[in-house]
């Protein structure tokens, strides 16, 4: 195998040569072309590709509009692959096309990896963690590295020396650089697996015409898939026997039957959830002492937000073994009532119709189910009448609409002057009164 060492090639041409040779002449030439016409290349696509999946919502989106980072270094790599085949064709140095090719290589390994980790693990507008940063630079530091080392010939020195190095593991020795080989195989194939299966998801959540709960069952099935297909391969690239999952088949039952039977009885419970279509993203429940709106639905959790942004997770198996509250299985509409009491002396009829009319003044009472007004109890400062409205929007609260008819309630006994009585006793002392309760009361200062 012959050494390659593009850059000292690259030297030796500039100092045996002249600046102004042709061949240095067409190499910059090809390295200009191809870095413009890289560059447009792929500003094209993305804005042609990113109006398409704009119009085109349920189409399977590999998020080009987002790849334009990676697409333009891949096209210059190309066309610089393309301008050194044509220059050996005419026997012109390409030394300083060689030197570029790994550069612009390096630059669009760095951007995919990059771009399929923030796909992965920073979707959803989820900020990158400082470990994932961490990582990228020195992921970054170590392609860089590469570079170097293939640019200045030193690269076959460094493999030949992890190729001879042999670890002993078990009755089994393996050499350094195996071990990585097997190592990156797996890793970018898992991570290649993990973002096909992001992508398929942010399809399927785009697709209008298929159930909430079917697009999730969908997308966790296929991500499954995709881990295992990605998991075997690996197995098979790095040269493990297969027939060994079946011990590891066996040691995962026993594990299942011992000490994993809850979190498998909540993966389980998941997929009953979301087969059977009891609870839906977006449904206001209440299971237990929790409440709020489902805002996700895994295959082993689902979390719920209250109305005050606190987000609770729930086991599965909760959701399946207990009773739950759904106010939106088969409809989304909820009575609410709220009470109100009036003095003796007023005009019932009046007050019914009046508070009706209020209520029906607050936007989200619904108006097609017309307000109730009960005449409930004859207290003992007046009369409590109960007033009871519907809305269909329960995801929003409840408070706030209770809060607005009670206000337009207010309103409206002002405006007519009724009055609303409140608690009032008055305390009588027969007979005389005692000595020295007389004459505590003399001495006695009231306080300010």
């Known amino acids: 195998m012959s050494r390659q060492q593009p850059l000292l090639n690259l030297i030796d041409d500039l100092l045996e040569g002249d600046i102004h040779d042709v061949s240095l002449m067409w190499q910059l030439g090809a390295m200009l072309l191809s870095v413009v016409i890289g560059f447009g290349l792929a500003r094209l696509?993305?804005?042609?590709?990113?109006?398409?999946q704009e119009a085109q919502t349920g189409m399977l989106s590999f998020g080009v509009e987002s790849f334009g980072r990676v697409m333009a270094p891949l096209a210059v790599v190309g066309l610089l692959?393309?301008?050194?085949?044509l220059l050996t064709k005419y026997h012109l140095h390409v030394n300083l096309v060689l030197v570029a090719i790994p550069i612009f290589g390096s630059l669009a390994v760095i951007r995919?990896?990059?771009?399929?980790?923030?796909?992965?693990?920073?979707?959803?507008?989820?900020t990158i963690s400082a470990t994932m940063l961490a990582f990228e630079k020195v992921f970054q530091l170590l392609v860089w590295l590469s570079f170097v080392l293939y640019v200045t010939g030193l690269w076959i020195d460094v493999f030949d020396f992890m190729d001879n190095t042999v670890l002993p593991i078990g009755k089994y020795k393996v050499s350094v650089a195996d071990i990585l080989q097997a190592t990156?195989?797996?890793?970018?194939?898992?991570?290649?697996a993990l973002w096909a299966?992001?992508?398929?998801?942010?399809s399927l959540m785009k697709v209008q015409g298929m159930h909430t709960n079917l697009r999730v069952v969908v997308s966790r099935t296929a991500r499954a898939l995709l881990i295992l297909v990605a998991v075997l391969m690996s197995l098979s690239l790095v040269g493990i026997d297969l027939t060994v999952l079946s011990v590891f088949g066996g040691a995962l039952g026993v594990g299942l039957g011992l000490g994993l039977q809850k979190i498998a009885s909540n993966y389980v419970s998941g997929f009953v959830i979301l087969l059977d279509r009891s609870l839906t993203i977006g449904?206001?429940?209440?299971?237990d002492k929790y409440s709020g709106k489902v805002t996700q639905i895994n295959t082993r959790y689902t979390v719920l937000q209250s109305l005050d942004g606190m987000e609770s997770i729930v086991p599965n198996e909760m959701l399946v073994s207990g009773a739950v509250q759904n106010s939106s299985l088969s409809n989304s509409l909820v009575n609410i009532s709220t009470k109100v009491s009036v003095a003796y002396d007023t005009d019932v009829d009046f007050v019914i119709e009046l508070l009706t009319e209020a209520t029906l003044t607050v936007s989200r009472v619904l108006k097609d189910k017309p307000p109730s007004v009960n005449l409930t109890t004859f207290g003992a400062?007046?009369?409590?009448?109960?007033?009871?409205?519907?809305?269909?929007?329960?995801?929003?609260?409840?408070?706030g609409v209770t809060s607005d008819v009670n206000r337009a309630i207010w309103?409206?006994?002002k405006e007519h002057h009724i009055s609303v009585p409140f608690p009032q006793r008055e305390m009588r002392i027969l007979g005389p009164v005692p000595a020295a309760l007389a004459e505590q009361e003399s001495t006695t200062v009231p306080k300010e």
């Open 112 to 126: 995919f990896t990059f771009y399929v980790l923030r796909r992965v693990f920073a979707r959803n507008g989820r």
């Open 381 to 399: 400062d007046g009369l409590e009448l109960s007033v009871s409205f519907w809305i269909n929007d329960p995801e929003n609260g409840r408070g």
């Open 81 to 85: 692959f393309l301008s050194r085949m």
């Open 45 to 52: 696509l993305k804005k042609r590709f990113g109006r398409r």
């Open 411 to 413: 309103r409206a006994l």
């Open 197 to 202: 299966g992001a992508a398929l998801e942010e």
């Open 283 to 287: 449904d206001m429940i209440t299971v």
């Open 184 to 192: 990156l195989s797996v890793i970018v194939l898992l991570m290649l």
